[in-house]
């Protein structure tokens, strides 16, 4: 047989098994939840996600007074980037995280404390 014929086979073969992994792997994440994390970014914003928030003073009166919407600040938890340049990755009890967001065409910075059982939200810029 061909050197060809046995790459074609091979492939073909190859290709049938990739697409029932996906389907596979997708239909088991859809119904677990499992999400796969990998960089830092994701990581530590699961990592968040995870945890109960709270609210400094200043925030909380600005919910309060209905000045902040509690689900845009959720959304920088889903959407954001961490800026890990300016952020305390080392600070101690807790870490100190700046999460980014484009909003209406604004760029909105977060800056959150990441403590070991719950996260104080500090202030939306």
């Not at 049938?16 to 530590?44: H, M, Q, W």
């Not at 990592?47 to 689900?71: H, P, W």
């Not at 760029?107 to 104080?120: A, E, G, S, Y």
């Amino acid at each position: 047989m061909a050197f060809i014929k046995r790459l074609g086979f091979y492939l073909f073969g190859l290709s049938i098994g990739l697409v029932f992994l996906s389907i596979f792997l997708r239909k088991k994440a859809d119904e677990t939840g499992v999400s796969f994390c990998y960089l830092p970014n994701c990581r530590a914003l699961k990592d968040m996600r995870s945890k109960s928030v709270n609210y400094s003073d200043e925030l909380a009166q600005m919910i309060a007074y209905n000045q902040l919407d509690t689900v845009q600040v959720k959304q920088f938890f889903n959407e954001g980037e961490i800026n890990f340049s300016k952020s305390d990755t080392h600070a101690k009890p807790c870490k100190i995280y700046l999460i980014e967001k484009d909003v209406d065409g604004v760029l909105r910075t977060l800056t959150v404390k990441n403590c070991n059982t719950k996260i104080v939200i500090e202030s939306l810029d």
